[in-house]
């Protein structure tokens, strides 16, 4: 059995990771650390590990995560980037879940992230971890950069267009809706059970995150440039990213065919048939990401537009699970391995 | 005290028609039919308004509604169309609340309602209730037909910019959302608890029936056709509709100050302060739309596309309340009366 | 117009006053106090009063509530019981949603709420605020001890049983479920959408604190002590009470003629049918108490069993709503003043 | 791999099966019939399953089971008591989810299910399928009547206290909640999600179909009739079963330390440590029952009620995965095959 170690697993892609890990067939989860919590038991924290994860979180320290094969960072932002460093010189691979290594150009992560980088230099060799996009060099890395749960459903409903420069690049607009735990565990008033339940809501309109994230990724497929409008909304469900892009189509394809050939040979890309409407329970708990091609209204023959629709889990698809996703293909494992729990419906 | 009566009121928006009726100071319910539940009185079916509504559901034969000052048909489509004529005759004002008298080309109506229209002499004298665009024709009409509840907030939405010839009219993208009750009291599959809670997902996106709707009170204020692409998705609330809309600048003006003018004596449009994002149970029970006007991201100075968003109770501002407004202006009330509730938050 | 002041407005309790006194037809709102918003007008805090209230909080000192001829604490335990003495002496009516003067036992107040008590001698003159327990005594009060949302309901549902001496006062039972919104507007973990969506527990059963208030009051009615076990739960609904009671019988009676009798006059409890299954949702954002009275399993004869369903809207009775009520009675005006709004369902 | 078959797959506990069964290192899901989806894949109605599970549903006829060493019947009650003969005949095992074979008495089954039982001979072979209970004489059986969804929750609570003559069996009280999927997936309205979301009721208060059956459960554990009142509510959850548990104390014991040994050895049911309030959460989507014991309140002495709290997944330990668990046990595989999935939290 490999050896993983988790460095911050209170919050939610913590313990998904706890949830994955425990379950994988050539993986042991050595420690996991918090600041807060060092001492108490996993199970005191979250009982639906009961019997099934015998560690403590222990203190934060380099000692804790000595012999680990890969260590996940399920950290807030700016954690990472200060303590990467020694865990790859002691041999580890890592994996950051949070965004320290996501963008490429420093400066605009500085705007983005308003810090300092604390490791400008590691950012070169941390490959962004999609692997749909970038396989074979998330096999060879030793940092990978776990993509945002955005920019994961984006990214993958924009991807076969923009690789075959069938929409106008200049004016993507993903309309994106999120449950709530993908703002993480914190307790913010927004939030709570009594304001974000039977509600609905747009945020961070004038600019988000995920934005550069996108960009930058959808850049690298198109090797230009391209305009992005990204809407993120709170839709009152606990997991799940409904991500609905538009595009202005400059070259006439079939667009299903285009899809089904793209993702054929990827194990965690579903292209649903013609006229799907794909929901985000269909993959509820479950590492899928499964897409729809439209061009309504389907009654006229005017319309120039594309609509995509694409639907992760936050938390797997867009988070721990293409994490464990990554180590699998770090590692040289199978690239399912223990992610093969099927959606859970109703 | 003016009469009023209520055709087929076992649905939602018929229990919102009588909540808002009950409370209204300068009307009466006289009458409220149901074929499936006539002899039951209206607390069996709706024990929320136990003491303060006495009337049982009658049949819905002419002779119920005999004497009232206006008639709602609460109905599914279909009904009005065929019921109308005979209560414009006797004298009553008629409020449809669905689409029968919609749309104006009969041939459109027929095509996305898949019936022949059994009253199309009454269309062109019907008069499309939006009290934002058409007030004064309201005022004067006999036949009003009550607005759906997407092309509300998408209207509202929409309106000034198009007005002001600032958008791209060829391109106009609606992205919206509704909460369940949206669908109506029907039993469907996909509207239950265990099916809709804790999910989330687009629907008809291959064409939807407010398509024309919209496109039809746009080209109006636009005095030219429009171009649209409207997406249609189900969030796990009970009321509410938030409509994003995206529509590509064609002339530079000061969109916030655009959007104040334009409603600033609307009793019922609240524009939202700059960078403002509303949220669904703002206007919750309330007869309000309120909105907001974006150009993301606000870090850049490329984009040339806004974000307008757009929220409303698909129930009060979205049905039964605009349909209560409308009779206010219809039979010379305060266009206030009976809609001064305040939302219900949390 | 009275005129009437509410300290600490920022809470749930605090926002539904003011939803409830910006439509009361008598009473004016002066003054709105919070330290931590002051400065800052009440529609940046909640959109929802948006053109409807004017004010902006103020700083909690004396002089902001000059003049009022009542102010409502709508603070955190420990608040009312440090200012109300000054208000009282410059001859305001006092309303206090918080637990300070709800046990008379200073003594076991102090052991549930772990705190010395400020103001003893002021406990004496508070007056329970149950209308239909101490109506009479209210309408004398200067200070008012406005009951919790629990004690409301599982009180109300008794009541009737206690009063007769129909049911073993030694073992009542009271299983009772509350939305999320009872908890307050505080950011605590469990209170998450995430957390508490799609769940259910009970909580604090090693001990409530509303277990002694409410034996208090059925002690008060029974002119003896009461044993009662008491369950707390939290369900994920916004509002509503539901107490599902039971009472072992010790005296046959028509057990609903009882309780219509009891309620008979009573504005703001609602005997249902016999054999009725009251929803919170028949209650949601009013001010009305729905009973029911069950001797299961119908289908035999030996059952000894009452089981008394009794909902509330707990921001509503449970609170906000029923400080209304007290107000009207203490001021003077028609007790139902400010409280016709009817129940939002769906 | 063993060959299981479904009759009766387009609910709740059919598609749960199929996900358990899918993911069963030992068993291969040969069949599902459907009168109504006869000739659609399986996917097509539950999209969650693509990629995974190849089958359409078959017409219900004998030859679509054949060969299956285990059959289960999810279907509603009155069919299993038809169509059980033949395939035991054939040489099958059957575990029956329904209610057809789960009451001995058939003189009460039919009272209570209003039907002619349709194979009252084979009642006295069937056994009740609680492993807790039953173990021995389910590795035995040929046919399993599995337990309902609120009598697996509340026997396992009462379980341990009945076996010690602890509490007054006369009068033992359950105040049942359940997530709504626990209906089934039939369309009805008070299952709708405008109509069962941000509220809470009982239902069935005069007499619910699991109250003959946990008297019968309980009174076989204590080898005497035993009384019960059983309140069943709705809470808006999709998934759980929290049992809140009242027995009048007759033996003075360790409490805990009764539940702790009773349990100790069975692999699904979990004993929290003392004053823990477990949530429905933590056995979401997993075959567990988690049980903490109460005796309040703390602070003080007098109390003679015992309080527990018992939760499990209504689909899973109440239906399919408990099933599963049976089918283990009737066909020499070990226990816990193909159940090991981790609660999903959050």
Redesign the interface.
């Known amino acids: 059995m490999l050896k993983a170690g988790i460095v911050g697993g209170t919050g ?1 892609t913590g ?1 998904e990771l706890l ?1 994955l890990l ?2 994988h067939p050539h993986v042991e989860l050595k420690a996991i650390t918090s600041r807060k919590e060092a001492g108490t038991p996993v199970t005191a924290v ?7 994860v015998e560690l403590a979180f222990s203190e934060p320290r380099p000692e804790a995560l000595r012999g680990c094969d890969v260590v996940f960072f399920a950290t807030p932002n700016g954690v990472a980037m200060g303590e990467a460093r020694a865990l790859l010189d002691a041999g580890a691979r890592v994996i950051d879940l949070s965004a320290d290594f996501r963008i490429k150009d420093v400066g605009e992560w500085e ?1 983005w992230y308003r810090t300092k980088h604390a490791a400008p230099e590691l950012i070169g060799d941390a490959v962004y971890g999609l692997p749909e996009l970038n396989r074979e060099r998330i096999r060879g890395a030793r940092l990978v950069a776990n993509p945002g749960c955005y920019p994961t459903a984006t990214q993958l409903g924009f991807l076969p267009l923009v690789e075959a420069g069938a929409i106008d690049l200049d ?1 993507l ?1 993903a ?1 994106a ?1 999120s ?3 993908g703002a993480g ?1 914190k ?3 927004h ?13 961070n ?4 995150r995920h ?1 550069p994230e996108i960009r930058q990724g959808l850049a690298q497929a198109a090797r230009r440039e391209v ?1 992005l ?3 993120a ?1 709170l ?6 990213i ?1 991500a ?1 892009l ?1 595009g ?1 189509i400059t070259k006439e394809l079939d667009f299903q065919a285009l899809f089904e050939k793209r993702y054929a040979a990827e194990p965690f890309v ?1 292209v ?1 048939p013609a ?12 590492n899928v990401c ?1 897409i729809a091609v ?1 061009r ?4 006229t023959n ?2 120039d ?1 594309l ?1 995509v ?1 694409s ?1 992760i889990d936050n ?1 797997v698809k867009g988070a721990s699970g293409q994490a464990v996703q990554n180590m699998n293909l770090m590692l040289g494992l199978p690239e399912t391995a223990g992610l ?7």
Chains 1, 2, 3, 4 share one sequence.
């Open positions: 939610y313990v949830r425990a379950q979250f009982p639906s590990l009961r019997g099934r705007r004016h607009i309309d809706k449950g709530v735990s565990r307790t913010e008033q939030l709570m059970f009594s304001e974000a339940s039977d509600n609905f809501m747009a945020y309109v004038p600019g988000h934005w305009g409008v990204f809407t909304h839709t009152p469900a606990i997991r799940g409904h609905t538009y202005r579903d649903m006229a799907s409407h794909p929901d985000t329970r269909s993959v509820r708990a479950a499964r439209h309504p209204p389907e009654a005017r319309s537009t609509v629709l639907v938390l093969s729990q099927l959606p859970i419906v109703p």
